[in-house]
Nanobody, 123 residues
């Protein structure tokens, strides 16, 4: 089992930045690909970004490419999402997920999920 806890959400003005963190506990963190997803009110959950177990490969949704950066620190069992140039459309609950395959994460699935953290971007 892997337990995931997100933090770092909050209220920010358009154009601002936030950094989300997802702390993992349980089984070996470094063996899992990690991803970030988001779900806005009335919308389906969507893929945001993913990173391979080593951190050597990253993937992004077109809507965040060039603005968001996913990274991980395996020594700290933590994955991060640096969000820059935030827009009101980025408002959502953000979730992190873990899976043995980065392809599975990019496809929108994961074995383990966190409880989510709210990000609100005001215009």
């Amino acid at each position: 089992q892997v337990q995931l806890v997100e933090s770092g959400g909050g209220l920010v003005q358009a154009g601002g930045s936030l950094r989300l963190s997802c702390a993992a506990s349980g089984r070996t963190f470094s063996s899992y690909a990690m991803g970030w997803f988001r779900q806005a009110p009335g919308k389906e959950r969507e893929f945001v970004a993913a990173i391979s177990w080593s951190g050597g490969s990253t993937f992004y949704a077109d809507s965040v490419k060039g603005r968001f950066i996913i990274s991980r620190d395996n020594a700290k069992n933590t994955v991060y999402l640096q969000m820059n140039s935030l827009k009101p459309d980025d408002t959502a609950v953000y979730y992190c997920a873990a899976d043995g395959s980065v392809r599975t994460v990019v496809a929108g699935r994961g074995d383990y999920w966190g409880q989510g953290t709210q990000v609100t971007v005001s215009s």
